[in-house]
C-alpha cells in the first residue's frame, strides 16, 4: 500500500490530479491513461503518458 502525501494541481481536470500525485509517489515509469486530458501532459515530469492503443503497441 503507497500513502500518497503529495500534492499535485498539473492536469486541467482537478479529478485526474489524484492519479499524477500517486504515480510522483510511486515513482511510476509509465502512466497508461485514455483520459484526453491526462494523456495531453505527455510526458509529464519525465513520467510517459500513453493511451492504452499505443502501449499495447509498444508491448506485443
Known amino acids: 500500500m503507497i500513502e500518497v502525501d ?3 494541481s498539473d492536469c486541467p481536470d482537478p479529478k485526474d490530479n489524484m492519479f499524477l500525485a ?4 510511486a515513482e511510476a515509469e509509465l502512466i497508461v491513461a485514455s ?3 491526462l494523456t495531453q501532459l505527455h510526458p509529464w515530469r ?3 503518458i500513453l493511451p492504452p492503443a499505443a502501449f499495447l ?4
Open 22 to 25: 500517486l504515480a510522483e509517489t
Open 57 to 60: 503497441v509498444g508491448i506485443c
Open 46 to 48: 519525465g513520467i510517459p
Open 35 to 37: 483520459d484526453p486530458h
Open 6 to 8: 503529495t500534492t499535485v
